[in-house]
């Protein structure tokens, strides 16, 4: 595959911070010699740009779980690709991979690269299935209901953001378990959608004049696990809403990524205690003794049509950063990927 290689990589780098929602500026297409792996590293090439909120954490100069991106550096972001030159014998030339690495069409890993995975797809299956619903976004889904929230058969399962990504896998995962499914998401083309992937009860935070009296509604019973996507006042309205040893997995906080500077302070935590309630947040690689026992579900429920991927495809690696700044604007439904041409 070496010998077929271009002399240079592409990359889309950071130019500037954004402030609030990013814009086009913030990003600039640059190219360097093509890189070459040391011993026992690998050369990828990307196939499939995944495309998350939590990037939008890591172009701000501050700390959180990972370093933020420097100036004149490529975005980092979770990719599928192939190992196109290899000098480690347990990954071979060929492979494809799944691995947090950079927005570059090609890039250098090792062995102890975050998230590297091997990926096997099966047949009929497309590539890009396995960076969405079979892959990082199903896991991360599986987590935060199974691992985090314990969810189990015959409780009320709250999802917010419900018809993103992570929510829209989250939703079907539930169902299929046994539980009853509340899904929020905001405009009535999103809540045909949440209906379409079978949620016992859709709320319309758009369309309602009181989300507290609307959650009331489709949950009069309490809210057993509640999966949160998006913090801000939607997290304190769901609180006092929420039963007895309820437990909630923050899987992200959407509502406040673009203006991180100005955090939501959250009034009723006092429920915590009323409630006796577990808030607990995670991140899917924490859990790496349960990925296994996640994808067997998540691939034996695709081969059964009972997990369907809700995908936002775009075409070509110069499209990453306006894939990302729709998603921002969250005028995206499911999970928003790159196929690089």
């Known amino acids: 595959m070496s010998s077929s290689l271009p002399a240079t990589a592409r990359h889309i780098i950071l130019r ?15 190219e360097t010699p093509m890189p070459q792996p040391g011993q026992g590293q690998m050369l990828v090439r990307m196939l499939v740009g995944s495309v998350d909120p939590a990037i939008r954490g890591f172009l701000d100069d501050r700390p959180s779980y ?7 550096a490529p975005v980092n972001g979770m990719s599928l690709g192939q190992i196109v030159v290899s000098h480690h014998p347990d990954w071979p030339e060929g492979a494809f991979v799944r691995v947090f690495g950079t927005w570059s069409d090609h890039f250098v890993i090792g062995p102890d690269a975050l998230g590297l995975e091997r990926v096997t797809p099966a047949p009929g299956v ?13 896991l991360t889904a599986w987590v935060g209901l199974f691992a985090v929230g314990a969810a189990k058969a ?3 399962v709250l999802i917010s953001a419900a018809a993103g990504a992570t929510g829209s896998t989250a939703l079907q995962l539930a169902k299929a378990a046994g539980c009853r499914v509340v899904a929020m998401a905001g405009g009535a083309h999103k809540a045909q959608i949440l209906r379409d992937l079978g949620a016992d009860a859709v709320v319309d935070y758009r369309a309602v ?9 489709a949950a009069p019973g309490g809210i057993d696990v509640y999966f949160d996507n998006i913090g801000g006042p939607t997290l304190d309205i769901v609180l006092p809403r929420m039963h007895e040893q309820g437990r909630i997995a923050l899987c992200g906080m959407i509502a406040q990524y673009n203006d991180a500077d100005h955090p939501y302070g959250v009034q009723n935590l006092w429920q915590m205690v009323i409630k006796r309630l577990t808030m607990r947040g995670f991140l899917t690689y924490d859990h790496a003794d349960r990925l296994g026992e996640a994808q067997a579900m998540l ?4 081969h059964a ?4 991927p809700l995908e936002n495809i775009h075409h070509g690696f110069e499209r990453l950063p306006e894939a990302f700044i729709a998603l921002m604007q969250g005028t995206t439904t499911g ?4 196929e690089i041409a």
């Open 299 to 302: 691939d034996r429920l695709h």
């Open 66 to 72: 990972l370093p933020p991106v420097a100036i004149g």
């Open 305 to 308: 049509g009972r997990l369907r």
């Open 16 to 30: 500037h911070r954004p402030v609030g929602v990013p814009q086009a500026d913030c990003f600039a297409l640059s």
């Open 335 to 338: 999970k928003t990927l790159v």
């Open 126 to 138: 497309p590539l890009r299935a396995y960076m969405g619903a079979l892959g990082p976004v199903g």
């Open 209 to 217: 004049p009181n989300l507290g009296a609307a959650l009331d509604a």
């Open 154 to 156: 015959g409780e009320t």
